[in-house]
């Protein structure tokens, strides 16, 4: 987000104002990041009235002292920060229009105050705030604490930033986008997770007795070690902090809370920008930080580019089960098919039975190492577990060493069969976070 690659940033700044104090204070921040990259901001007042557009065509002039107004509010931002700020004034609908504006701008982010000055919107339908962040295609900025922004955008202090992240590609576009601030300005980043204990403790197999309002040590380890390995592929996060907090109930509370305790200037996180009726029964995290927060926020869409970058995933690491069948045996050699030169194949057993001599296993998954899988570069560990179902064996096994991939073989029963007998498979494709290749068994051609 430096001056060199504000194209990609954009080629303006939209900044919405209804002339109230928020607004202003919005503005102004706007204004000092259109300042530090290099790029004109748009000033922008919607007529929200429903008459405002036939008034227009019937009257052009009835509007002029708005108009005027927005003129010298335009021209004094401008005067004070030294850039190039032009006013629009349209009719429509705030939010829809704001995002309509930015595209025929090819702006790279809207700024928006939390509250304008017609406070009862929020109760009526949502703020503009809360709207823009469901559906706008750009980065949206809610400010709450102008002068932060301004402080850091001037260079007269750090921004102390806090990201918000799920692991998945819509939070991985936020911290992009946050790890972008730092070629603009100093930045204190700090990556932040919520985490259920209970659930987390279950996903990876870690025995009880399991603390209600903690994790424990050795849990927190495996998810800031999960964590960074996430972020690694984003250039830059590698610097920030990670912090994994234990959280129970939702989870825009919790960072809500975690950002006002650590004094942040500002919360970033991802929008899934689901549709309203989704919204209603999943929840919106985005929404709720919007609602809770009370330093300024920026709202990321996943966007484009990390829906391709998922297609163009490769496997580092990959675990491989086998209970030592000829069916279970035909996954080895897709699994380390899959890995890329250099990356590790685990090769699973789940002792399901007390008895099993656990050097034989070893010797066993050993023998079944494809030849030259070492001249490809490709490291073999094996892995034994004891656990009283295979899948559960597998699904900790996977969470816990971290596996890019579980390759696993299937009866490749469907239907009323596969609800009678059951599956491994089925239930480790349930449960696991990771990819699962399931090779079906040979069938005649």
């Known amino acids: 987000m430096t001056r060199e690659n504000s194209a990609e940033a954009g ?185 259920w204990p209970f659930g987390e403790h279950f996903r990876l197999g870690i025995p009880s007795p399991v603390p209600l309002d903690s994790l424990r040590p050795e849990l927190r380890e495996l998810l800031i070690r999960d964590l960074r390995a996430w972020a690694s592929e984003v250039p830059g996060a590698a610097e920030a902090s990670f912090n994994v907090s234990p959280g129970w109930g939702r989870i825009d509370f919790h960072l809500a809370v975690l950002a006002r305790e650590a004094q942040a200037d500002l919360l970033i996180v991802g929008t899934h920008q689901r549709s309203a009726s989704a919204r209603l029964w999943q929840g919106s995290v985005s929404r709720g930080v919007l609602h809770n927060a009370t330093c300024n926020v920026v709202c990321v869409p996943r966007g484009e580019a990390s829906r391709g970058e998922e297609m163009g995933a490769t496997f580092g690491r990959v675990l491989v089960p086998t209970d030592f069948s000829p069916l279970a045996n035909r996954a080895i050699p897709v699994a380390y098919g899959l890995v890329a030169p250099g990356g590790t194949v685990h090769l699973l057993h789940v002792l399901e039975k007390a008895g099993e001599d656990a050097r034989n296993v070893t010797e066993r998954l050993r023998a079944l190492t494809p030849k030259g899988a070492s001249a490809k570069g490709i490291v073999t560990e094996i892995e034994f577990t004891q656990e009283e179902n295979a899948w559960t064996g597998i699904w900790h096994t996977a969470g816990r060493l971290g596996v890019d991939a579980i390759c696993m073989a299937t009866h490749g029963r469907s239907g009323i069969l596969r609800t009678v007998l059951g599956s491994q498979a089925q239930e480790v494709l349930q449960h696991a976070r990771q990819p699962v290749v399931l090779v079906p068994p040979e069938r005649e051609r």
């Not at 032009?86 to 809207?110: D, N, S, T, W, Y």
């Not at 921004?159 to 799920?166: D, I």
């Open 11 to 195: 080629k303006a700044i939209i900044a919405g104002t209804d002339f109230s104090g928020n607004a202003t204070q919005a503005a102004r921040a706007a204004a000092s990041i259109a300042k530090r990259l290099g790029v004109p901001l748009k000033l922008v007042y919607i007529l929200e009235e429903l008459t405002a557009e036939l008034a227009i065509t019937n009257d052009p002039g009835i509007y002029d002292p708005l108009r005027k107004r927005l003129r010298e509010q335009a021209a004094e931002i401008g005067r004070q920060f030294g850039i190039d700020v032009e006013p629009i004034a349209e009719p429509g609908f705030a939010c829809e229009k704001l995002i309509q504006i930015a595209r025929v701008h090819h702006a790279g982010m809207i700024v928006v105050s939390a509250l304008g000055e017609r406070k009862q919107h929020q109760w009526l339908m949502g703020s503009v705030a809360e709207r823009l962040a469901q559906l706008s295609p750009l980065p949206v900025l809610i400010v709450r604490d102008g002068a932060r922004i301004e402080a850091w955008a001037n260079g007269n202090s750090e921004l102390r930033t806090m990201v918000g992240v799920e692991i998945g590609s819509t939070s991985k576009a936020a911290l992009r986008w946050a790890s972008e601030l730092r070629a603009m300005g100093r930045c204190n980043l700090t990556v932040t997770h919520i985490a």
